[in-house]
């Protein structure tokens, strides 16, 4: 069965510093890959997402993530965090044409 | 061009009573998924809607219900609400379904049950 795990439930950065929120996931074919981002109190807003080619894939707001096949890993990366991108970030897989699965969430906090 | 739309926001019912929450997809989109989110089981599918028909079922007892009409707006309904029913719904809404295609969420309806 697929899974997602993304092992940090919080991390705490500083205003500036660079950022990796860990994804792992398990799915026995190469999967669709995305990651979104939810502020207190909204839905969710798509970041970035992969379905195949560069493994290095570019979204919203500054963020990255890469795709590493055989670390069947998803991380999400920021050279820079803003006190804005404080809030809950979500890995998620889906097989094509399916459902997604999303991980726990990791809740992020910025110190100014 | 408008998102996806969810009513009411904000709900409080008491248990054993029933209760249905609407969405209304982005134009155009004709698929419709269900998530409930809460803060001990995270995100879990519902299900799917596209054209009228449930394409896609999660793990849900069947107090759990939806349905969809022909202008792709979709509604779910609980019946006999439990106080582990309480938590935040959200719709999302995709042009044909389907992770290849790509899911736009609502802000979502908060319930709480008391």
């Known amino acids: 069965a697929q899974s997602v795990t993304q092992p940090d439930i919080h991390i705490t950065v500083s205003e500036g510093a660079s950022l990796e929120l860990r994804c792992n996931y398990s799915?026995?074919?190469?999967?669709?890959l995305f990651w979104y981002v939810q502020s207190p109190g909204q839905g969710l807003q798509l970041l970035l997402k992969?379905?195949?080619?560069?493994?290095l894939v570019q979204g919203i707001k500054g963020f990255e993530a890469e795709f590493k096949r055989s670390q069947s890993s998803f991380n999400l990366r920021k050279p820079s965090v803003h006190w804005s991108d404080a809030a809950e970030y979500f890995c998620?897989?889906?097989?094509?044409?399916?459902?997604?699965?999303f991980g726990t969430g990791t809740r992020l906090q910025v110190f100014p | 061009k408008a998102g996806v739309t969810q009513t009411p926001r904000y709900l409080i019912k008491t248990r054993g009573q029933q209760v249905t929450l609407s969405c209304s997809p982005i134009?155009?989109?004709?698929?419709v998924s269900w998530y409930q989110q809460t803060p001990g089981q995270g995100l879990q599918f519902l299900f799917e809607?596209?054209?009228?028909?449930?394409?896609n079922k999660g793990n849900f007892p069947g107090r759990f219900s939806g349905r969809q009409f022909s202008n792709s707006r979709s509604e779910m309904n609980v019946s006999t609400l439990e106080l582990g029913d309480s938590a935040l719904y959200l719709c999302?809404?995709?042009?044909?379904?389907?992770?290849?295609?790509?899911?736009?969420f609502g802000s979502g309806t908060r319930l709480t049950v008391v």
């Open positions: 999302a809404s995709s042009p044909r379904g389907g992770t290849n295609y790509g899911y736009t």
């Open positions: 799915y026995g074919a190469t999967p669709y």
């Open positions: 992969y379905f195949s080619g560069d493994t």
């Open positions: 998620a897989v889906g097989p094509a044409g399916d459902k997604l699965i």
């Open positions: 134009s155009g989109h004709r698929s």
């Open positions: 809607y596209f054209s009228e028909t449930q394409r």
